[in-house]
C-alpha cells in the first residue's frame, strides 16, 4: 500500500524564533511550517518579490497587476510551469499563505499560518529600510522585511473587488486536456466550485462515488467539528475508587496525549502524573494498585487493513500515537497495545514521585470513582488542523470515534461511519453514493464524490459555520507544510491549499485554489486504477495549477 508521505510537527527552528516578538507568542511551536524548499524557490524570484510585496493592495487584481504581464500572456495550461508564471505564483504565495485564511477567519491557535508568511517574508531580510543591528533582535541580526498587504479580502467585505468567477467553458478548454492525461488512470472526476457564491463552475462525473483515500479526513474533520464543535477537548483522567488504593487510568479518547518531556503545548502524561501524585500524597496513599480503561471505545481496534506502520491500534488510550520513536508524524512501528503501554509510562512517571504501583490491567472505572487529576488536548480545532495538514490518520480515526461517541452511536468502526454520514446528512451536503468505513481514508471500500468533497470545502467557509474554519486552515499549503511541503516549488506555491489522498491505484486532491483574478475556488480531483503513483500525482499537481494561472474566460 503506498499512503502519502507525512511530515514531522517540530518545535520552531532558530530562525522563527528570532521573529516570534513580530508573531503571535505560540509561533514557536510551529516554525517548521515552512521547509527549505521554499528557501530555494525565494531566491530565484527575489526581485520580483521585492518588486511586488511594495506594489501589493488587499485587492487582488491589483496583485496581478504588480506581478507583471508575463502571466496574463500564458494562453494555455502548458505553460503554467515556465520561469514567469513560477515567479509570479511565489510571490503571490508568499502573501497569499497567509491571507487566503483571511476567508476562512482567524490565524490558527499555534500561529502556524502566521509562520508561514513571516517566514516568506524573512527570506529577503530588507525591506526598503536598514535592519542591521536592530534593538531587541537576537544577537543583532536583521528584521525580517515586512510582509506584503493583505492581498485578498474577506468573502463579503466591503473591499472585495475581485472580478468574476471563471466560465464553465473557460475551465473545460483549461482542465479537460490535463484531466485526459494517461497517468490518471481509467476512472477520473471533478468538480471545480466558486467559493463566495457555492455555484459549480466546471464537473465531469461529479456524482460519481471513487475510492477517496485521504481525501477522507476533509469529511471527518466536518462532521467532528459539527458534532463536538471547535473548542471541544479530549480529556484524559485518573480516577481512584472509593474505600480502597485501586487507581484507574481513564482514556479519553486523545492519541497526542504525549509522554515526552516537552510536550510543546499537547496534553502532558508527566503532567497527569505528578498531580495524580500530589493527590495520592494529600492522602496519605503511597502505593497503589493501577488499572486502566479504554471503555470509551467499542469494537475492534485493529483497522482493517491490518497491522500497518501508518496507523496504531485504535483504542482510547494511548501515548504519542503508539509511536515507537520520537517521531510525531509519518509512517513508523507502533507497539501493538497502545494502552498498556501508556499505563506504564504513566506507572513510570508516578513512580518517579514516590508513588509505587502494580502492573496495570484493564478495568472500568466505576461511577463513584473519584478524579483525582485530568489532562486535556488543545481545541479541537487544533486537532483537525494537525489531522489534515500531517495527514494524521491516527487523529482521524479517533476524531470518527468521537464523532460516534457524540452522536450516540456504537464507538467502532462502523459506528464512525453512520455517524459521519448523519452529520453530513444535518448539514444537507450531497450523500448521494458515498460510503464511510473509517475516517482516515485507509479503507479502500470508502466512496466519496468530488461533489461531496468541494460540497465540504465551501461548507466550511460559510459564515454561518465558524466552528467549522480549521477544515481551510489546516489543508496544507502548496510548497510550504505538510504533505505539500515538496510539491508546487516550480509552480502555484502559496496559492493551492489542498488534502492529498494515495493508495495503491489511486491518487486524490481537493482543497482551494485562487486563480489568476484572485478568485477562490473549491477543487476536487478523484482519479482511480492509476498505475505509477509519481506519474500520477504530478499530473494532479499541473492541474491544480493550471488553475491557480487560470483567468479562463
Not at 275 to 291: F, G, Y
Not at 482 to 496: D, I, K, M, P, Q
Request: aromatic content about 2%.
Amino acid at each position: 500500500m503506498v499512503v502519502p508521505e507525512l511530515r514531522p510537527w517540530r518545535a520552531a527552528r532558530p530562525h522563527v524564533t528570532r521573529v516570534a516578538n513580530a508573531v503571535r507568542p505560540r509561533l514557536a511551536r510551529a516554525g517548521n511550517a515552512v521547509r527549505p524548499r521554499l528557501t530555494r524557490a525565494a531566491d530565484a524570484v527575489r526581485p520580483r518579490v521585492a518588486r511586488a510585496a511594495t506594489a501589493a493592495k488587499p485587492q487582488v487584481v491589483r496583485l496581478a497587476r504588480a506581478a507583471g504581464p508575463q502571466l496574463a500572456r500564458i494562453p494555455r495550461p502548458k505553460t503554467v510551469k515556465t520561469w514567469q508564471y513560477t515567479a509570479t505564483a511565489a510571490t503571490a504565495g508568499l502573501a497569499l499563505a497567509a491571507s487566503v485564511v483571511t476567508v476562512a477567519g482567524p490565524w490558527d491557535s499555534t500561529g502556524q499560518r502566521t509562520a508561514e508568511r513571516d517566514r516568506a517574508a524573512a527570506q529577503e531580510r530588507t525591506g526598503g529600510a536598514d535592519h542591521d543591528g536592530a534593538p531587541g533582535v537576537p544577537g543583532g541580526a536583521p528584521r525580517p522585511a515586512p510582509s506584503a498587504a493583505s492581498v485578498l479580502a474577506a468573502l463579503g467585505g466591503t473591499s472585495n473587488t475581485v472580478t468574476s468567477a471563471p466560465t464553465g467553458q473557460g475551465l473545460s478548454t483549461t482542465l479537460d486536456p490535463l484531466l485526459k492525461d494517461a497517468a490518471l488512470g481509467t476512472r477520473r472526476t471533478a468538480v471545480v466550485v466558486d467559493v463566495a457564491t457555492g455555484k459549480r463552475l466546471y464537473g465531469t462525473g461529479a456524482d460519481k462515488a471513487l475510492t477517496p483515500a485521504s481525501t477522507t479526513k476533509i469529511a471527518t474533520a466536518v462532521a467532528a467539528l459539527s458534532a463536538l464543535g471547535a473548542d471541544h477537548r479530549l480529556t484524559t483522567r485518573v480516577a481512584l475508587e472509593p474505600d480502597s488504593r485501586h487507581l484507574v487510568l481513564v482514556g479519553g479518547g486523545d492519541p497526542t496525549l504525549t509522554a515526552h518531556e516537552d510536550a510543546e503545548g499537547w496534553a502532558s502524561l508527566r503532567t497527569l502524573a505528578a498531580e495524580t501524585a500530589a493527590a495520592l500524597k494529600k492522602r496519605d496513599i503511597r502505593a497503589v494498585t493501577l488499572s486502566y480503561d479504554t471503555t470509551l471505545y467499542a469494537g475492534p481496534e485493529l483497522h482493517p487493513i491490518g497491522v500497518n506502520e501508518n496507523l496504531a491500534p485504535v483504542t482510547a488510550l494511548m501515548a504519542d500515537e503508539a509511536r515507537t520513536d520520537a517521531s510525531t508524524s509519518g509512517p513508523v512501528l507502533r507497539v501493538t497495545d497502545p494502552q498498556k503501554d501508556a499505563t506504564r509510562k504513566f506507572a513510570g512517571f508516578l513512580e518517579d514521585h514516590g508513588i509505587r504501583t502494580t502492573s496495570p490491567g484493564p478495568a472500568k472505572a466505576t461511577a463513584r470513582a473519584e478524579s483525582l487529576a485530568t489532562v486535556s488536548s488543545p481545541p479541537l480545532s487544533a486537532l483537525v488542523e494537525r489531522m489534515l495538514t500531517n495527514s494524521d490518520n491516527d487523529i482521524a480515526e479517533a476524531l470518527a470515534r468521537q464523532t460516534a461517541v457524540a452522536s450516540g452511536e456504537r464507538a467502532d468502526f462502523d459506528g464512525a461511519g453512520r455517524a459521519i454520514t448523519a452529520q453530513l446528512k444535518k448539514l444537507r451536503l450531497p450523500l448521494s453514493g458515498v460510503g464511510f468505513h473509517d475516517g482516515s481514508g485507509l479503507d479502500r471500500d470508502d466512496r466519496l464524490t468530488a461533489d461531496l468533497l468541494t460540497s465540504l470545502l465551501v461548507e466550511a467557509g460559510d459564515p454561518s459555520h465558524p466552528d467549522l474554519r480549521p477544515v481551510l486552515t489546516g489543508l496544507p499549503v502548496a510548497g510550504f507544510t505538510g504533505t505539500l511541503t515538496s510539491r508546487y516549488t516550480n509552480g502555484a506555491a502559496g496559492l493551492v491549499r489542498a488534502k492529498t489522498g494515495t493508495l495503491t491505484g489511486v491518487n486524490t486532491l481537493a482543497g482551494t485554489v485562487v486563480d489568476q483574478d484572485g478568485r477562490l475556488l473549491a477543487f476536487a480531483f478523484l482519479t482511480s486504477n492509476t498505475t505509477d503513483p509519481v506519474a500520477a500525482q504530478a499530473a494532479l499537481d499541473r492541474t491544480a495549477t493550471a488553475l491557480a494561472a487560470c483567468g479562463c474566460r
